[in-house]
């Protein structure tokens, strides 16, 4: 295993290091994701985009290795992607290192990039969109920054919900089920449906997907 880089930011260190032909994201010590295989990723982005129409906005909280916005990128139906991510440096790396795994999406004319953490960012704009697909921790019941929680809890989930536009869905990507976090979904979006993902080792990643009721 090779450290490619590491860095001290705002949330401790940060390394990138590589396996082979694959690379994996560090964040003091936790594993937060690697570039092996991005299945329940795409299906994340796969499943919040089949029923939107021509002109659509969409939501990707966490950009990481990519997966989630190489797979939005060839969606037609997509006006604008906004990307959320809080680590600059995460999004440095998809100039170098992580380019081949997101595919050159972020030179997309549709595709524009935040910087910021996502509950403030969310907090502070009154822009809506037709599918929100939410990928910045390892789900509702194990977050690496406990800051984080809050997105799951009742008040992250009605402030992605006051984000939606009519019809819209929520996304989310947890490492693991969790029935008391699809039970919030259903009270404070919408019915909601599950889609596992099996993985070499362990649970099932799952994608929960709530939608919003039309106005």
Do not use: Q
């Not at 994701?33 to 990707?60: F, Q």
């Not at 972020?106 to 929100?132: C, K, M, Q, S, Y």
Request: charged letters at 20%; proline letters at 4%; a negative charge.
């Amino acid at each position: 295993m090779e450290i490619v880089e590491k860095v001290v930011t705002d949330r401790g260190e940060l390394v990138l290091r590589r396996d082979d032909a694959h690379y994996e994201l560090i964040s003091n010590g936790v594993f937060l994701m690697d570039t092996r295989s991005g299945a329940s990723e795409r299906t994340l982005v796969s499943a919040a985009l089949s029923t939107v129409s021509p002109g659509a906005r969409l939501l990707i909280a966490g950009l990481g290795v990519g997966f989630s916005l190489a797979a939005a990128v060839p969606c037609s139906s997509l006006a604008e992607i906004v990307v959320v991510e809080i680590e600059p440096t995460v999004v440095s790396w998809h100039d170098t290192h992580l380019a081949p795994f997101s595919g050159g999406a972020l030179r997309d004319p549709r595709v524009r990039v935040v910087t910021a953490d996502l509950g403030h960012w969310l907090a502070t704009t009154d822009e809506r969109f037709d599918a929100i697909c939410l990928d910045v921790d390892n789900g509702p019941d194990w977050t690496v920054f406990d800051t984080n929680a809050a997105l799951y809890a009742d008040a992250g989930t009605a402030l992605l919900r006051a984000h939606l536009r009519p019809g819209g869905v929520l996304a989310v990507w947890s490492a693991a089920a969790s029935d008391d976090y699809a039970s919030r979904l259903s009270t404070t979006i919408g019915p909601v449906s599950t889609l596992l993902t099996e993985v070499d080792h362990g649970e099932p990643d799952v994608v929960y997907l709530a939608r919003l009721a039309d106005a």
